[in-house]
């Protein structure tokens, strides 16, 4: 079997046995069994952490089938976070001398050192420090809320839905409820920050405090990956912060009601999350058409790679826009942070784009086709075409935000968002991979030629 | 001034003109002067064949208002067949010597020797001939229906509109009057698939066809480009023919209530059109949301480069499937027909695809903003997002088929339209190059450096 496949089937048997356990009567809040259809949809969203629900997390399942919940999202965010930190450093057996060794230079850092064991521990031991950080730090603000137990609960649910960016919550409005609170503003931001930032840009930030406080007399020197994540990140965090406060600002049921330290907060917040997370602390439905538009764009981008997030990722965007600034310079090359990027990975890039739009075509085309035909009640009783659109791209980049129609879908449309949020998660080139199966690289060389473009 | 400066320039010196012209009483059909914005849509539209219109090119222009449009059409799409083709030569000269030889290779061909003079005269000798047959071809159908004079006028017009992928029509209703007729089902289809074909594409097949004829020995050989725009061209009118007829099926107001032949003929047509010609034969406001899905992806694909028509084009999307499949297969370079696609031109099929998105996903953004926060009775009367994203897409891929809203929209929203229809005529590429001005390529080489995509 292929590593691809290999991946693919290790989620899917994840899933099964979580439909499994959630179908069961102790699962759910009044004691019957689940559909199958809710059980595989609860399942699939816990595992691919992307918090699209069909029924309400807090009222319709018992604490039990909360708990179930709750480790399907940390066995689906781990698993993702370390297979994807293996895969890297196995496809970097695959490049040729002078990129092995840009490789190495670049992943020649302490934490990668050692053998697999060692790099799982440090990746689950990353993991309790942020959730065990963030449930201390919204213990206090639970807990007054809601009495000790109930907080405790509350406390450890949100901080490992946050850092794994599930976007599951047990409330039934998800954050909507929590807009003023300073500490929720930040704490569970920055638990999705650094949960969709990638083990590796944490580790090198780990080393950069280090060495900054033992204050180190050598230069630190940052990889490329880095600077990339951390750059982007930054611009893709302020500028959404600032167009959805311009976007949002005259619209009474979104920012238009609050004062502006709450309009800061909450169009903060909503960039954090649309990233990736799918919390919301604004009803989605009542955003205006550019709101929604700039929702997309950020889901669509989505988190960076090895993170717990979704999405084409914030490296693969750069790529393309330094691809872009090359054409219009007339160089041939791509470079950033001067540095050069080989032609196997700008192909990579492409693909993962190139892949996703066509996967989130289809899907949207397959729901319209559905819902339209056999299913005419949904667009008749006020569903729109933005609306489905949202909703696949939200599954899409694992996201979880809704427009509210997930549950009025019809069950071949829910299928269909399952697939979606499936391949979202085990990354559309290991699906494509997956389904090609075995191939051998071409061995012959072909003559170069040319033709017209754009 | 550098290139694309010029060429950014020259259409705005047409547009300007057409513009006065159309202004004066002498084009409108009841002798009062044109309000300056409408004129300058009429005129943006036809010097860049896109065809969106704010009134009725039939009943609102008089005769000599349409003889403008179509002298505009007639100069934007010429205008556009020379400058590309040039431009495609004079890239030829900033390749390195390997892909030079592959250039050259891929344009020995008779019709490319000789001077500029030959190629222009070439060019319009082409352009004549395939007007000419049009609309010898078409006579008998208009003037049957319309009498002799207007017969003639009505056949010169769509043959001429046809050619250059305008989409022009005097009738209000396009040609949903006509779907019935096997001539305008073929002649028309015809005029506008070999209009966007491309003018080396045309020189090609006629050299084939006079090999055919004359039966020399040696074999036939093809270029690359030939071979990508032929193929891709096929696929997508066969794929699309067939999806629309399927998806519309069930549609009474689209395909519904048509006979199966009636069906066929229509959704080829659509097929055809939809592709960068802008015509339609059936109500585009009554298409199913998949129907839609459908229109808008054919549109931003579009036509094939130094042809008449808009969009990303045939070969860049072939560029970019080949990228994913030679990502999944583990090769590190894109092959197509047994030939090897140049890094440069990667990055610059990468360029169009990223450039053209943003394009359309900022004018779309800003158009909702506008009509949602400035203009609030667009939205609450009726007009939706996918309409708006609809006619964006159509205006930078040149189409010209509407969703309807055109003339609802505010002037903000029209003039940003004609920008778009402006920049998509002249190439996402030009355009930002016009605006990045005079570059000098890097000549520092950085090592390179990986880092984690996707
Ligand atoms: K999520
Ligand atoms: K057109």
Redesign the interface.
């Known amino acids: 079997m292929t590593i691809a496949r290999t991946i693919c089937c290790g989620f899917l048997v994840v899933i099964a046995v979580g439909t499994l356990l959630l179908m069961l009567p102790f699962a759910t809040d009044d004691g019957s069994w689940n559909s199958p259809l809710v059980a595989l949809f609860t399942a699939t969203s816990a595992v691919c952490v992307t918090g699209l629900i069909v029924v309400d997390t807090g009222s319709d399942f018992s604490f039990w089938g909360q708990l179930i919940i709750l480790l399907l999202i940390q066995v689906g965010g781990l698993g993702y976070m370390t297979t994807t930190t293996f895969l ?1 450093l196995l496809l ?1 057996r ?2 040729d001398l ?2 092995k060794l ?2 190495q ?2 992943f020649d850092r302490p934490f990668l050192h050692g053998n697999s064991r060692t790099l799982i521990r440090s990746i689950i031991a990353t993991t309790l420090v942020f959730e065990i950080l963030g449930i201390l730090l919204m213990l206090n603000v639970f807990s007054k809320k809601y009495g000790t137990m109930k907080g405790l609960w509350y406390a450890i649910f949100h901080s490992i839905s946050a850092w794994n960016n599930a976007g599951f919550s047990l409330f039934s409005d998800s954050l909507t409820g929590l807009d003023d609170s300073l500490t929720i503003n930040f704490i569970i931001p920055l638990l999705i920050i650094f949960g969709g930032i ?1 083990y ?1 840009v944490i580790m090198e930030l780990y080393m950069a405090i280090v060495h900054f406080v033992t204050r180190k007399r050598e230069r630190l020197v940052f ?3 880095f600077k ?1 994540v951390i750059s982007t990140t930054a611009i893709l965090l302020l500028s959404g912060t600032i167009i959805f406060f311009l ?1 949002e600002y ?1 619209n009474p049921d979104t920012l238009g009601n609050l004062d502006l330290r709450g309009k800061i907060l909450t169009a903060w917040f909503q960039s954090v999350t649309t990233r990736t997370a799918g919390f919301n602390s604004i009803d989605i439905g009542s955003m ?3 709101g ?3 929702t997309i ?1 950020l889901m669509f981008i989505g988190a ?3 993170g717990t997030g979704g999405g ?2 914030t ?2 965007l750069r ?3 330094n ?2 600034r ?11 942070f ?15 784009v ?2 996703s739009t066509n996967m989130v ?1 289809l899907i ?2 397959l729901i ?2 559905n819902e ?2 056999f299913h005419p009640s949904f ?1 008749e009783s006020g569903g ?3 609306q ?1 659109l949202f909703e696949v791209i939200s599954a899409f980049a694992t996201v979880g935000l809704s427009a509210g129609i997930t549950d009025k879908l019809s069950a071949i449309s829910q299928l269909l968002l399952i697939l979606t949020m499936y391949t979202g998660r085990v ?3 290991v699906f ?2 997956a389904i ?1 199966g075995e ?4 061995v012959v ?10």
């Open positions: 890297i970097g695959r490049f002078r990129q840009a490789i230079e670049s990638g590796q990889s490329l990956n990339v976007v005259p205006t058409f550019a929604l538009l700039l764009g960076s790679p090895s084409i990722k490296t693969t790529i393309l826009t691809c872009t090359s054409v219009l310079r007339g160089n041939d090359e791509v470079v950033m001067e540095r050069e990027i080989s032609v196997p990975l700008i192909l990579k890039a492409v693909a993962v190139f892949g075509v949207t085309f319209y086709l339209g035909i667009f729109t075409s933005l489905v990354g559309i080139l494509m991979a090609a191939t051998r690289p071409r060389q072909y003559p170069e030629e040319t033709l017209l473009v754009g």
